[in-house]
């Protein structure tokens, strides 16, 4: 299968004062496309920091990230944000919609930054809203829509552009287990019928049963 993302012997160091931490130690993983991939461990393991930098928003102090075929250097830090908005979708824990703009907007609005605009904007975003469910939501705002609507305008934003990539941030985790499950379906249709890799950074065990893979992370090494 043709890999969308790849991490090889990642490591990560932060300064805490003078000392040096050493947060990931050697971390290799990757993703194919249509697969999805559940990312666990204990608080503090290094997953979140596993998800930024393999989202090209950290770079590593050592190893090899390489996203749709572009490898990311810690030493070209400025190609970083080319990179997210050519290939990767985020979708967070907390929505990060915007308040004062319509789900069509926010949609569209992550269009624009991509550089597509106008009308091929209003089309698409209309479109990603169709694929998610909201085709009937897309003139509400936040204000006006339930947890699982929000996160699945969020997931429309992340689909805008139609990256290689989706990373998730404990997408379920404001959603009760029927929403959250609505929303984990929602992950594997998109996953498989359009061939995108996912990874996804939870600690709710539901995300199991629809992973491909589920990778465990302890004290900044891959465990299983």
Request: with cysteine; glycine share 10%.
């Amino acid at each position: 299968m043709e890999t969308v993302l790849e991490a090889t012997d990642v490591t990560k160091d932060f300064k805490e004062g003078r000392e040096t931490v050493r947060v990931l130690r050697g971390v290799s993983l990757s993703i194919a496309a249509g697969e999805i991939v559940a990312l666990e461990g204990p608080s503090g393991s290094g997953k979140t920091t596993l998800l930024s930098i393999m989202g090209c928003i950290l770079t590593p102090t050592s190893g090899r990230i390489v996203v749709d075929g572009e490898e990311v250097r810690g030493d070209r830090p400025g190609r970083l944000p080319a990179i997210r908005k050519k290939s990767i979708g985020f979708v967070f824990q907390q929505y990060n919609l915007f308040p004062a703009l319509t789900a069509l907007e926010n949609v569209e609005y992550a269009l624009n930054i991509k550089g597509v605009r106008g009308r091929p904007a209003r089309v698409e975003a209309e479109a990603m809203l169709d694929t998610v469910g909201l085709a009937d939501r897309k003139k509400f705002l936040p204000r006006d829509l339930s947890g699982g609507q929000k996160q699945r305008v969020a997931i429309a934003r992340a689909l805008a552009a139609r990256p290689a990539v989706l990373l998730a941030d404990e997408p379920t985790a404001n959603l009760d287990s029927t929403v959250g499950g609505q929303i984990l379906e929602l992950f594997r249709v998109l996953a498989k019928r359009e061939r995108r890799g996912l990874l996804v950074v939870t600690h709710d065990p539901k995300v199991r049963t629809v992973a491909d893979r589920v990778v465990l992370i302890r004290d900044g090494l891959i465990a299983a």
